[in-house]
């Protein structure tokens, strides 16, 4: 096996018995990426020789035994959105697309602290504004599993480049869902994390109420290391929250007995692919075999999530993004006759149509005698939601529930129809509006061979939870490890 497939917990073994360095595991990633990049299109740019750079750093301190953190050695990709000194932060846009940052933002800066390699920036939704990391201004990202099928979005660049062995782990941002659906079309693992568990500094926002950044990873351990690094409060970001971080990697192998587990009747709808509801079904029969007990619980809003999510992020959006006019920085026209004919070309040259169709909508439901209309009452909605899984988890400890409705679709087939892509983040959007944990973890494969994913949620900073069932399931389950044909 390559050192490229190995998982970070493998590789910290090999690095301490002296049985490889962080130079060759570097090695190892960048053949991958020229091997296979041409194909995947995971990343937007890549960081070689800084990356051998770091390794060398690693394998010195390593030999020194000094200085050694929770990722030494180990090469890291980062969704394009987080900013990083020195290194062009593009968004998976035109408008940013030669925006170099002059810092790092926080997570890209502990990610530093443990010792990662950071390999590259990888490829997203412009904005995170997507479904399928086809509304990239840098081109389509293939999910590595079938290269004519779409691997997620927003951070489908992220979660390809796992799965490909671009990269032995990854982070990605999720504001409805961008973490755990690609994790769940790409068969790797995928945690959002409570909102305020991990800063949001350095993160350009989509919808500040709802971002939250996450890890991508090949198992449980893995993930749960990640979040040991990356979790924690910051006070340079306002959402973050002061709570204490636990040791995540102690809730691995652990069992589940007399768990009970939630699965809420809104969330096995008519339409739901008869493959996916099949492989969660066996999922749930697997969590009973574990010593966990089921039993149905209701969500009884569910059914808004879909409005409420595209009144409140398109709004934020609106707002976020109107920092973008040309004039300090990004994109600008060169022959605007005066500054709002300027403001106006840059923008609309400079955003993509998924973009630009939010920012409209976010726009109209804050401007005067709609704001009442839409925005508020779509806020009083959400907090109706929250208090729906506050009541749930009174009876039960997480929640299970299909990941998405479908496994991964064609490269094409949804960009035309706005709604049907929505729809595509309809399990996963009501985590983000709650501002709870969620995690996706592989549960099976389609007779085509297309991953399929199941989705855990918990209460608020649970994520302890997540990762001890998850663990116990990835091992009780033994769902077959494969890797795609690429």
């Not at 691997?151 to 409805?176: K, R």
């Not at 693992?189 to 890890?215: C, E, H, M, N, W």
Request: hydrophobic content about 35%; proline content about 4%.
């Amino acid at each position: 096996m390559e050192l490229n497939q190995l998982t970070i917990h493998e590789l910290k073994e090999k690095l301490k018995e002296g049985k490889t360095t962080s130079v060759e595991i570097t090695e190892s990633v960048f053949k991958r990426i020229e091997a296979v990049e041409d194909k995947v299109h995971s990343f937007i740019t890549l960081m070689k020789d800084s990356a051998f750079d770091e390794a060398e750093k690693a394998d010195k301190a390593i030999r020194e035994e000094n200085n050694i953190g929770l990722l030494t050695g180990i090469p890291v990709a980062v969704k394009d959105l987080l900013c990083t000194k020195g290194v062009k932060t593009t968004c998976g846009s035109h408008i940013l697309e030669n925006f170099v940052p002059p810092y790092d933002a926080t997570v890209v800066k502990k990610l530093k602290e443990a010792g990662a390699v950071l390999v590259g920036k990888t490829n997203m939704d412009e904005f995170a504004m997507g479904s399928s990391t086809e509304t990239s201004y840098f081109g389509i990202t293939k999910n590595p599993w079938d290269l004519e099928k779409i691997p997620g979005g927003s951070s489908g660049g992220s979660a390809a480049a796992v799965v490909a062995d671009e990269c032995i782990a990854s982070i990605g941002s999720d504001t409805g869902g961008s973490i755990r659906q690609p994790a769940a079309l790409c068969g790797v693992v995928g945690l959002k994390p409570t909102y305020g568990r991990v800063s949001r500094f350095g993160l350009v926002a989509f919808a500040s109420s709802l971002d939250q950044i996450g890890p991508f990873s090949k198992d449980v351990e893995d993930c749960a290391t990640m979040m040991n690094v990356i979790a924690g409060y910051d006070p340079n970001e306002s959402t973050s929250v002061s709570a204490d971080v636990p040791d995540y990697t102690r809730y691995i192998s652990k069992d589940i007995e007399g768990w009970t587990v939630g699965i809420p009747r809104e969330y096995f709808i008519e339409g739901i692919d008869s493959e996916v509801l099949d492989a969660v079904e066996g999922a749930i029969e697997e969590v009973k075999r574990m010593g966990g007990k089921t039993v149905e619980i209701s969500l009884p809003h569910t059914e808004y999530c879909v409005a409420v999510y595209y009144v409140i992020a398109p709004s934020e959006a609106s707002s976020n993004l109107a920092r973008y006019d040309g004039v300090r920085y990004g994109f600008r026209v060169k022959d605007g006759r005066d500054l709002l004919d300027m403001y106006k070309m840059s923008r609309s040259a400079g955003f993509g149509a998924e973009v630009k169709r939010r920012i409209m909508i976010g726009t109209h439901s804050l401007s005067s005698g709609y704001y009442d209309a839409y925005y508020k009452k779509a806020s009083q909605v959400r907090a109706l939601m929250r208090n729906d899984f506050d009541e749930a988890f009174k009876t039960c400890d997480v929640i299970l529930t299909p990941a998405t409705p479908t496994p991964a679709f064609n490269i094409g087939e949804k960009m035309d129809d706005p709604l049907q892509m929505y729809l595509c983040d309809i399990f996963t959007l009501s985590a983000n509006l709650a501002g709870i944990p969620g995690i996706s973890i592989p549960c099976g494969y389609t007779k085509s061979g297309l991953p399929i994913g199941l989705q855990l949620l918990a209460k608020h900073f649970e994520e302890g939870k997540l990762i001890q069932m998850a663990s116990a399931y990835e091992k009780s389950s033994k769902i077959e490890k494969r890797r795609p044909d690429l």
